[in-house]
Nanobody, 118 residues
């Protein structure tokens, strides 16, 4: 199983981006029981939780992104998304997708750079 991320890039302040994370090689029934999450990391700092969502659960967001970011998931595509609106320079980071399945096995994506700058 690999988590394949896409959607990062350069955007101006106030703009939007949507990140995608596909659980390649994961069977659908396993995806149903997997919690998907997004983290971000800036140089010299630890990786921080941005948002997480279990199947049928309530999304959990970091305070700094609440109201601007939305996490969602599509089981038919085995993909999680992070819709990021009203982006700020402080959102600049490498964003990582994480999955934790029902056996508590955790996987990480390779990371995708998001840069918010004018």
């Amino acid at each position: 199983v690999q988590l394949v991320e896409s959607g990062g890039g350069l955007v101006q302040p106030g703009g939007s981006l949507r990140l995608s994370c596909k659980a390649s090689g994961m069977i659908t029934s396993v995806f149903w029981g997997t919690t998907m999450a997004w983290y971000r990391q800036t140089p010299g700092n630890k990786r921080d939780l941005v948002a997480e969502l279990a199947h049928g659960g309530t999304p959990n967001y970091a305070q700094s992104v609440r109201g601007r970011f939305t996490i969602s998931r599509d089981a038919s595509r085995k993909t999680a998304y992070l819709q990021m609106n009203s982006l700020e320079s402080e959102d600049t980071a490498v964003y990582y997708c994480q999955s934790t399945d029902a056996s508590h096995v955790t996987r990480w994506g390779q990371g995708t750079q998001v840069t918010v700058s004018s």
